[in-house]
């Protein structure tokens, strides 16, 4: 028998079928960053013994032509089945199935981080060059919400166990529209919610959700049916952060009194209370002592 070139491709039975699987999981590929987004978020990966597993991901019927994207999407064999049982959120619950098995596609979707088993907080954006925008829509459109709040403000949110992730959102989403935010786990169930509302929502979500872009459908028509949003008049505007300078830092350590400080500054006590918290406790440096 000839024997293979060293760093030659190994030969798997796709090779024998004829299937040309180059180019899969290209996560500069818009589409391919997008549902390894997706994947993360909302997939299963399970492995059993003699290297046999799969992928499975199980969404609402009515978000049935994501999963057939996904599929003519993957150079591998693939199904699609579906299935009506009773959840705890309803008492009818119809879904439809996507299920990978091949060991090759496995084993490239775990090496690029997609876990197997619980994964929820382990989870992290690749490594290596991605589309973000598209890696991000695949991971909002799994765990995400956007459209409108109660009181009919524009809003886009995400919800997520893993602090890479959120980490990650609060980092792209500053760079896309200026807004900063911090996360932090609810007391209840230790998971993050990072939401955006109003002009930073409408700007997040057209630039997330551009024309043609693959997406849940009906998460691509909320955003768009933000743009038209306008802020009342009758609103105050929108706020534009206003930095902190070494004399009103000086200023608000001598007179050591949030109340008396936003006062002579004209700021709120809560914003001169959080900086007196950040200067005593070494998160900004201290002024320069005024000669």
């Known amino acids: 028998m000839a024997e293979r070139e060293p760093n030659a491709h190994p030969f798997t039975l796709d090779d024998a079928l004829g299937v040309d699987t180059t180019g899969f999981m290209d996560l500069k590929v818009p589409e391919y960053a997008y549902m390894f987004g997706f994947l993360q978020a909302d997939g299963h990966l399970s492995q ?15 978000d049935i032509d994501l999963l057939r994207a996904f599929q003519k999407l993957t150079p591998y064999n693939s ?11 309803a008492e009818v619950a119809h879904s439809a199935i996507w299920s990978l098995h091949s060991l090759e596609a496995r084993t490239l979707l775990n090496d690029l981080g997609l876990p197997y088993g619980r994964k929820s907080k382990e ?28 009181k009919g403000f524009p809003f886009i949110s995400l919800t997520t166990a893993s602090t890479a992730i959120g980490t990650y ?18 007391a209840r169930d230790s998971i993050y919610n990072v939401l955006y ?13 551009y024309p043609g872009c693959l997406s849940l459908e009906r998460k691509r028509t909320a955003a768009e049916s933000l ?22 830092d000086r200023l608000l350590l001598k007179l050591n009194s949030p109340k ?3 006062e002579v500054l004209g700021r709120t006590a809560q914003s001169c209370n959080l900086r007196l918290w950040r200067l005593r ?7 320069a002592t005024d000669e």
């Open 48 to 62: 059993r013994s003699r290297q046999r597993g799969r992928l499975t991901v199980e969404i609402s019927a009515r």
């Open 79 to 89: 199904s699609i089945t579906e299935r009506t049982r009773s959840t705890n959120f």
């Open 123 to 150: 989870i992290s954006p690749p490594h290596g060059e991605f589309s973000h925008r598209d890696y991000l829509r695949g991971v909002i459109d799994a765990d995400g919400s956007v459209g409108y709040t109660g």
């Open 169 to 186: 959102l609060c980092h792209y989403a500053k760079k896309v529209t200026s807004a900063e935010r911090i996360i932090k786990r609810n």
């Open 197 to 209: 509302t109003m002009e930073v929502a409408q700007n997040l979500a057209a630039h997330l959700y």
């Open 227 to 248: 743009a038209p949003w306008k802020r009342p008049a009758t609103m105050r505007a929108a706020h534009t952060q206003r930095r902190w300078n070494e004399r009103e």
């Open 260 to 262: 008396l400080a936003a």
């Open 281 to 287: 406790t070494g998160q900004v440096p201290m002024p």
